[in-house]
């Protein structure tokens, strides 16, 4: 009898976390979004915002996608997005993190995003669930 394991199955797998409205314009907020469950690759990051966005450029929220690496520690910046022109339609799906090549990662590595003020204060974001896709490596 053979045995298949999660990350042996073809394709992407799909995790995802929500995060609660900001609480205060202005105000930086760290959320840990995925943790690596095994060796894999991340394919994108999307955000779908639980609500409509209209940033401008005088104030608008700065969203920074982070990978902690296994001890948490890491600061390396995968992405920055700037809520800062345009409308953005809430139940829609945003990229916040796409790259060429598929970042390749370590069992137990941590991404985190944080919500900042980009210009002004800011805007208070509503809820949203983020969505990491990953396959086996």
Known sequence: MSYIDIHDMPGGQRDHIVIPRTILAGL???YPIWHAPFD???RDIVV???AS???AAGNYTRVVVTNRGTAGAGVTTLATVNYNSGAVTGFDAYALYDPADYLSVDSGTVISI???AGAGV??????AAIFVVYEGR
Not at 122 to 127: D, T
């Open 48 to 50: 779908v915002w639980g």
């Open 40 to 42: 894999c690759k991340i």
């Open 114 to 116: 944080t919500l900042s």
């Open 28 to 30: 930086p907020e760290t």
């Open 53 to 55: 966005l209209t940033g």
């Open 122 to 127: 800011g805007e208070i974001m509503p809820p």
